[in-house]
């Protein structure tokens, strides 16, 4: 079966960029969503369709899917922005795999 | 504005049965495909099972398949999901999610979560 993977954590200096990457065998053909989750809450919708925003998510996240990487973008980062963040690839036989989850650390 | 609220969680021993249920409300719950997801203590965040907005089609993990059946009833604008033969790795919050349409494979609201335990 298919196989995604995300770092499990990712540190960064408030408004610096923070890239959180899904890897995962030609992910760049699959379409990948990533959710945002912070402790005691459940997720949110980040970003879907590998790159487009739901509205009331800032500008500052964005997405991008290509070759074996999909990469969510946090520019400008915030202490509110500390989160756990999940990709989703559907395309493929697992419409709803999920990553393991990337921590987020705003140092 | 979309709400979800998930009910049914509790503790139940092994083997045994439990029956989740979603109110959805601030939309057209008939015409969404809605799913359910699993995040175990301290783990990630696992699906479990999606159905139409009909209700005639479903999916469901293979960790499920047979143990587990999701339906809905449109009129009543809730979801269900039954729960039978449970395993203590079944312990987990349970989230009801709302898919943007109908099986665009994502989902882009969560009800707050329900938690199971299977212990005894």
């Known amino acids: 079966s298919y196989v995604v993977t995300q770092p499990p954590s990712v540190s960064v200096a408030p408004g610096e960029t923070a890239r959180i990457t899904c890897e995962g065998s030609?992910?760049?053909?699959?379409?990948v969503h990533w959710y945002q989750q912070k402790p005691g809450q459940a997720p949110v919708l980040a970003i879907y369709y590998d790159r487009d925003r739901p509205s009331g998510i800032p500008e500052r996240f964005s997405g991008s899917n290509s070759g074996s990487t999909a990469t969510l973008t946090i520019s400008r980062v915030e202490a509110g922005d500390e989160a756990e963040y999940y990709c989703q690839v559907s395309g493929n036989s697992d419409h709803w795999l999920f990553g393991g989850g990337t921590k987020l650390t705003v140092l | 504005e979309v709400q979800l609220l998930e009910s049914g969680g509790g503790l139940v021993q092994p083997g045994g049965s439990l029956r989740l249920s979603c109110a959805a409300s601030?939309?057209?719950?008939?015409?969404?495909?809605m799913g359910w997801v699993r995040q175990a203590p301290g783990k990630g965040l696992e699906w479990v099972s999606s159905i139409s907005a009909s209700g005639g089609g479903t999916y469901s993990a293979d960790s499920v398949k047979g143990r587990f059946t999701i339906s809905r009833d449109n009129s009543k604008n809730t979801l269900f999901l039954q729960m039978n033969s449970l395993r203590a790795e079944d312990t987990a919050v349970y989230y009801c999610a709302k898919d943007r349409w109908n099986y665009e494979f994502f989902f882009d609201y969560w009800g707050r979560g329900t938690l199971v335990t299977v212990s005894s």
């Open positions: 601030g939309f057209s719950f008939g015409g969404y495909a």
């Open positions: 030609d992910i760049g053909s699959n379409t």
